[in-house]
């Protein structure tokens, strides 16, 4: 019989299909390496050389011609940085402009790698550049909330190959934030507790969900994951905005990551997935309640009518499984990417 | 410059995206039109003639051997009808059972037809089907939801050609369904009106956002449709409880569901789709803030790690484009589906 899990963090239900149950490695993909394309592509925009082909410029890590993380403007942003951040309100109809921020970062020179191969230090420089935009970002009053995220592979929403992530920042704080953090209020005002602190304290005790620990971080799949080899990485240290992390942390964070979605690569053949760091709303800093965190979905399976209309998820792997499964994948030596531009 | 617009049922913010604006046209698809599939498969289920392959029929319309609409167990439920509906709850932990009801509603005999292109009494047999069942289903008092959907299409979570759609009934109301009620309720405490009701006077007084009309129902693509040709079908008279539907109002939904499909079917070449019946908890079958209505999503874009972080959505069409290109779809004269059992 299947079992229905609650989500403490968003309430949501999701069935525990055991009926329909898979292993963890029916959900191999055929997806190819990263590292069957080319190191440098002529017509990339991210590709080391071709910088002037992307928009303008707003962060950069090392030299004009030897960078090792840039962010640019998105050359098709949702949102721009100019006009008013007022709701206008008409009868039943609420608008703003589109007002807000919206880059890319560019995340190696190398156009085929990918997070899951790069060297940790590599990983710890995307994670300085989210950092350091993030701390800027954030000075504008009137920006909200700043959503970090990766798309990788067509079914998490690029087509793009080359290694990149974005910041979106916007004028709003969408109900999906402000519901997490009514229900980390109501756990504190209940237990005193912060719900991310103890849900942390009580997955280490079990132990059966984690897949990764490390000094700063522990990475597991949530008791009521919504879909298979959905991964949460968790600070130990309780901290409610994400550029509140120190140097040590964030190289550490950079091998939980890695770690994470090596795991993913080489034990699911290159997955497509996204994930993205949840932090409090600009408009606060500090919050004994909230506590930031990273979520990776893996987007092995689409989600349907069912989770349209009735709000629950359906999981066909056990979350105890799926960390199991990733428990035991072996890492390889990374591969080396050197990027030669021509000419 | 982009806009935000804040759809007043969820509080989710949307951006119409005009910097990525798109034709409605590009969003035209490839599949192929069903009509190219047989209209019997020997080795399909829900075939006429195949009876004895499907699970246990749980409702049927016409003859044994002659039938319009059948409802059988989903062979792979996600829930099932027996046990406790008890949550238990460990520490942080809560879970249930997976108790519940799963079927499947086969929609018509023929293998090669599609909602959009079906006479209109097949699609009010249709309706009529998901009345019986919902109705007798909510009778438990274990039930809590009942999620009436169709998938249309691989995109849509189907990979079944067989016309069909599924009746799902669960023994918790998701948090989703909770909001929803929620700002229903402070909507009439705040205005004296319900919610969807006056959508509906503003929309049709607006004009431009409506794709069809008919007696007791008007189907529009909502000011903050979250994704592109996102529509919404509302009964004129407001009721709570989808199985308050009546005789002379089944015939008329037949008439703008079909239409609606259709003009996906034709206007967008067959496109995958999910659509939902949004209807009251069934705890309660009445009240004068919460009416019930059809969602219809197709399925034309990915959603990503903007989405997944956020809780915000971004359409690349404006829903005024989207309704006046759907407005101008003609719909050809449905195809003629005779399905002749071998042997």
Same mark, same amino acid.
């Given at each position: 019989?299947?079992?229905? +899990?609650?989500?403490?963090?968003? +309430?949501?239900?999701?069935?525990?299909?055991?009926?329909?149950?898979? +292993?963890?490695?029916?959900? #191999?993909?055929?997806?190819?390496?990263?590292?069957?394309?080319?190191?440098?592509?002529?017509?990339?925009?991210?590709?080391?050389?071709?910088?002037? !082909?992307?928009? =303008?410029?707003?962060?950069?890590?090392?030299?004009?011609?030897?960078?090792?993380?840039?962010?640019?403007?998105?050359?098709?942003?949702?949102?721009?940085?100019?006009?008013?951040?007022?709701?206008?309100?008409?009868?039943?109809?609420?608008?703003? @402009?589109? *007002?807000?921020?919206?880059?890319?970062?560019?995340?190696?020179?190398?156009?085929?790698?990918? #997070?899951?191969?790069?060297?940790?230090?590599?990983?710890?420089?995307?994670?300085?550049?989210?950092?350091?935009?993030?701390?800027?970002?954030?000075?504008?009053?009137?920006?909200? $909330?700043? $959503?970090?995220?990766?798309?990788?592979?067509?079914?998490?929403?690029?087509?793009?190959?080359?290694?990149?992530?974005?910041?979106?920042?916007?004028?709003? =704080?969408?109900?999906?934030?402000?519901?997490?953090?009514?229900?980390?209020?109501? *756990?504190?005002?209940?237990?005193?507790?912060?719900?991310?602190?103890? $849900?942390?304290?009580?997955?280490?005790?079990?132990?059966?969900?984690?897949?990764?620990?490390?000094?700063? *971080?522990?990475?597991?799949?949530? /008791?009521?994951?919504?879909?298979?080899?959905?991964?949460?990485?968790?600070?130990? +240290?309780?901290?409610?905005?994400?550029?509140?992390?120190?140097? !040590?942390?964030?190289?550490?964070?950079?091998?939980?990551?890695?770690?994470?979605?090596?795991?993913? /690569?080489?034990?699911?053949?290159?997955?497509?997935? @996204? /994930? $993205?760091?949840?932090?409090?709303? #600009?408009?606060?800093?500090?919050?004994?309640?909230?506590?930031?965190?990273?979520?990776?979905?893996?987007?092995?399976?689409?989600?349907?009518?069912?989770?349209?209309?009735?709000?629950?998820?359906?999981?066909?792997?056990?979350?105890?499984?799926?960390?199991?499964?990733?428990?035991?994948?072996?890492?390889?030596?990374?591969?080396?990417? #050197?990027?030669?531009?021509?000419?």
């Amino acid at each position: 019989m299947s079992e229905l +899990r609650q989500n403490l963090v968003t +309430r949501d239900w999701v069935i525990i299909a055991t009926e329909r149950a898979k +292993r963890p490695d029916e959900f #191999t993909q055929h997806n190819k390496p990263v590292t069957q394309s080319p190191a440098y592509q002529p017509h990339c925009a991210f590709c080391l050389g071709n910088e002037d !082909a992307s928009e =303008v410029e707003l962060f950069r890590l090392g030299d004009r011609h030897q960078w090792k993380v840039r962010s640019v403007l998105n050359k098709f942003p949702a949102l721009s940085p100019v006009g008013e951040s007022d709701i206008k309100v008409e009868g039943i109809y609420r608008s703003m @402009n589109g *007002f807000g921020i919206h880059e890319v970062v560019i995340e190696h020179p190398c156009h085929n790698i990918t #997070t899951g191969i790069l060297d940790i230090n590599d990983v710890a420089d995307i994670l300085r550049a989210y950092r350091q935009r993030y701390g800027e970002i954030r000075q504008d009053p009137r920006i909200k $909330t700043i $959503t970090i995220f990766k798309n990788h592979g067509e079914r998490a929403g690029t087509s793009l190959e080359h290694p990149h992530s974005q910041i979106a920042a916007t004028p709003v =704080v969408p109900p999906q934030i402000r519901n997490r953090i009514a229900e980390a209020i109501q *756990f504190i005002d209940d237990t005193g507790e912060c719900l991310f602190c103890r $849900t942390l304290k009580d997955e280490l005790a079990a132990s059966t969900r984690v897949v990764v620990e490390s000094e700063h *971080f522990v990475a597991f799949i949530p /008791y009521a994951a919504l879909s298979a080899f959905h991964t949460w990485i968790f600070p130990r +240290r309780h901290t409610s905005s994400f550029d509140d992390i120190n140097d !040590a942390e964030i190289l550490d964070l950079a091998y939980t990551l890695k770690t994470v979605l090596a795991k993913l /690569y080489y034990g699911l053949h290159n997955p497509d997935y @996204n /994930y $993205t760091i949840r932090s409090l709303p #600009t408009n606060e800093q500090s919050t004994d309640y909230f506590h930031w965190y990273i979520a990776i979905v893996p987007r092995l399976s689409y989600t349907a009518g069912f989770e349209l209309g009735s709000g629950m998820y359906i999981n066909t792997v056990t979350p105890e499984d799926s960390a199991e499964f990733l428990r035991h994948v072996q890492i390889p030596k990374s591969p080396v990417c #050197t990027n030669e531009v021509e000419g």
